[in-house]
């Protein structure tokens, strides 16, 4: 911890000294000012050191492997542990003054002043170790490892054995801390443990047979994988057996968080400049206009598809059926992800063209099937590398419609229609998510980096939607119309989250919302009420970060007039990792 006491005493017995003794001591005058200035750096190393030893998954995650072997066991003394880190937070911020720090520090002040309130919130109040059996999962913590290229196979598979050997512990520890879980959650924990099986079945024994490890290593890696295999099947014997088959579904705990909770959770996790209440009646706002442009764009494009047709008086009958109509168009089911694939190269040619941001070619993006143990939740997303690893791929994980009955892939294709996949791949890709993220690995403030807002990072991809579609990309009536959709899409991702969660909307309410207001399939609608089931304040981040960021753009392009530079927005924009919106508006605007 660095203090300033040895000034203060300096101070203090100024008057004692004399002339000459006042010129011999300016220069360490100066130096112990210089150490002051300093000493917020060394508390912020200090932090991710003890940030890393109480979450070693969380350090996989982002990249840092020097605890990849370690497996912490969610039990009672882990929260203390966890407990202890925010204290330690607490007391180091008190030992500086706030408005003698550097913008930067400010933010990073702030941020950990929040993360350590989250980590009170969670453990405390929150207490989803009790109501969420999903939480317990080895999946991403062996891929974390097994995907890192700057290991050999021998060494990761060293480090997973050391963490499977406390598997049946990590498992145990789950068992008794699963108090009155939600059905939901519990259905989703045995679906993705499930899934977390291949890396027994297939990648274990692959891996091991071309290892140079020692008889010993692998009869250890055998006998460790063995008991934490054991394990996972326990667990959702335990969920299925213990848990549903003994539980009235409809009177387990409710995955409904409640208002108080959720605004709370919204204040830590979205870390907005507006309350929730706020933002919801500006999504409203949004999506009265939203309603009205589409309504203007559909009655330009009715007689070129829909001339022999009549026209409904009911708006929002009118729109879908022309969206309905053009949603006819869209790739096949089993070139669901080649498609995609394609698409790609298109929009780099056209940032390029279009000096809207510098891109990374050397970063490689691979789009594949997502992976068993992480389906369930979302049907496309950004897997990116943690800024300790920042050489590796980024993956698009992207679920094939193989599962599907063709109804539903039917559904799901008018929904990702050939104007919807580009805006997805915007979205998702570039210069959304993935291109966000490459600069913020660039970062040299780490705290900014590893603690990413989600608001921020959602944000982003949803404003490059909006900036891309105003650049003139795919320009056509037919594209702003899908756009418009798309971002109705957004704006009732909040509204949806906000009232199941605090109004007690139902599953008919969510689909009147989705289906008949935001002219989205009916797959589609089931599948946002079951991600709404699954996550709470999450959805809210989409408009959220889109409002702040384009609010801020307007302001500076007021502020700067004909200096503004929309490339160098961009990139000074995400040159700050992925902190939330409003701090760095604070570092752009000078506040």
Request: proline residues 4%; aromatic residues 12%.
């Amino acid at each position: 911890m660095a203090h300033c006491s040895k000034l203060t005493a300096f101070i203090t017995l100024r008057p004692q000294i004399s002339a000459m003794k006042k010129l011999l001591i300016i220069p360490a005058l100066l130096l112990l000012l210089s150490s002051c200035q300093k000493s917020f750096d060394t508390t912020k190393q200090e932090f991710i050191k003890k940030l890393w030893v109480t979450y070693p998954g969380f350090a996989t995650s982002q990249g840092y492997h020097k605890y990849d072997s370690v497996l912490v066991v969610p039990n009672q003394e882990s929260r203390y542990a966890e407990l202890r880190l925010a204290k330690w937070i607490e007391n180091e911020l008190a030992d500086f003054k706030f408005e003698k720090l550097s913008a930067n520090d400010k933010t990073d002040y702030r941020i950990l002043q929040d993360y350590a309130k989250s980590i009170r919130f969670n453990v405390n109040e929150f207490k989803s170790h009790e109501w969420d059996p999903s939480s317990y999962n080895l999946g991403g913590a062996i891929f974390g490892v097994m995907d890192y290229k700057g290991e050999s196979v021998d060494d990761k598979l060293r480090a997973i054995s050391s963490k499977l050997k406390n598997a049946p512990a990590y498992f145990e520890a789950a068992k008794a801390n699963i108090h009155n879980p939600t059905f939901e959650h519990t259905s989703l924990a045995i679906k993705q443990n499930n899934g977390s099986l291949y890396f027994f079945k297939s990648v274990f024994p692959d891996s091991l047979a071309t290892s140079k490890l020692s008889d010993a290593e692998k009869a250890a890696f055998n006998t460790n994988a063995a008991a934490a295999q054991k394990a996972i099947e326990g667990y959702v014997s335990f969920l299925q057996t213990d848990v549903l088959a003994k539980s009235d579904t409809t009177k387990m705990r409710s995955f409904r968080i409640g208002k108080s909770l959720y605004a709370k959770k919204f204040l830590l996790d979205i870390d907005s400049r507006y309350t929730a209440d706020e933002m919801y009646a500006k999504a409203e706002a949004r999506k009265a206009w939203l309603h009205q442009d589409m309504n203007r764009l559909t009655d330009s494009l009715w007689p070129k598809y829909l001339a022999k047709v009549a026209a409904p008086v009911d708006t929002l009958a009118k729109i879908k059926m022309l969206i309905d109509k053009i949603s006819e168009q869209h790739c096949q089911a089993d070139s669901f992800m080649s498609t995609i694939e394609k698409q790609l190269p298109e929009l780099t040619t056209f940032i390029n063209a279009h000096h809207l941001i510098d891109l990374d070619s050397t970063k490689p993006l691979k789009v594949r099937k997502t992976p068993e143990y992480a389906a369930g939740v979302a049907g496309a997303g950004i897997d990116a590398p943690g800024p300790y690893d920042k050489q590796a791929a980024t993956y698009y994980n992207v679920t094939p419609l193989t599962g599907y009955t063709p109804e539903e892939a039917e559904s799901y294709l008018r929904e990702y229609n050939n104007y919807v996949l580009q805006i997805l791949n915007i979205h998702e890709a570039i210069p959304g998510h993935y291109t966000q993220l490459i600069y913020a690995n660039r970062t040299p403030d780490i705290i900014k980096t590893i603690f990413g807002n989600g608001s921020m990072i959602e944000g982003w991809a949803c404003y490059g939607e909006r900036m891309m579609i105003e650049e003139g990309y795919g320009k056509s009536p037919e594209m702003q119309l899908f756009y418009d959709k798309w971002n109705l899409r957004e704006v009732c991702n909040f509204i949806l989250d906000y009232n199941i969660h605090c109004n007690n909307w139902s599953e008919g309410q969510v689909l009147d919302l989705i289906v008949k207001q935001a002219f989205q399939q009916t797959a589609e609608a089931h599948e946002k009420w079951k991600r709404a089931t699954l996550s709470q304040v999450q959805l809210a981040s989409y408009f959220n970060g889109l409002t702040e960021i384009y609010e801020l753009r307007e302001e500076m392009k007021q502020k700067q007039g004909a200096q503004f530079d929309l490339k160098k927005f961009h990139e000074q924009f995400l040159s700050y990792g992925s902190a939330p919106v409003k701090e760095i508006r604070a570092l752009m605007l000078g506040n």
